[in-house]
Nanobody, 123 residues
Framework: QVQVVESGGGLVQTGGSLRLSCVASGSTFDRLVMGWFRQAPGKGREFVGSINLRDGSTDYADSVKGRFTSYRDNDKNTVGLQMNSLDPEDTAVYYC????????????????WGQGTQVTVSS
């Protein structure tokens, strides 16, 4: 069993930055693949990015490439999502999830999910 908890959402203006954090506990951290998803009102949950903690490989959705970066904080069993150049289209609830599969870009690839954190980008 893996517990996943996100934090760091909030309100930011267009062009601004936010950093999300995700703590994963209950399993060997190095074995995990951690993914980020988002869900806007009235839309399905979509893949944002992922990081393979075994080797540091990352994947990103085309819509966020060059703006978002997923990284690992070795000291705290934490991964982060640095979000730059934010746009109102990025407004959504952002979820962190854990998998043992790589690559993992589908909701169905993930077993454990956090509760989500709201990100709102104002125009």
């Amino acid at each position: 069993q893996v517990q996943v908890v996100e934090s760091g959402g909030g309100l930011v203006q267009t062009g601004g930055s936010l950093r999300l954090s995700c703590v994963a506990s209950g399993s060997t951290f190095d074995r995990l693949v951690m993914g980020w998803f988002r869900q806007a009102p009235g839309k399905g949950r979509e893949f944002v990015g992922s990081i393979n903690l075994r080797d540091g490989s990352t994947d990103y959705a085309d819509s966020v490439k060059g703006r978002f970066t997923s990284y690992r904080d070795n000291d705290k069993n934490t991964v982060g999502l640095q979000m730059n150049s934010l746009d109102p289209e990025d407004t959504a609830v952002y979820y962190c999830a854990a998998s043992y599969r790589w690559p993992a870009m589908s909701v169905t690839h993930y077993i454990y999910w956090g509760q989500g954190t709201q990100v709102t980008v104002s125009s």
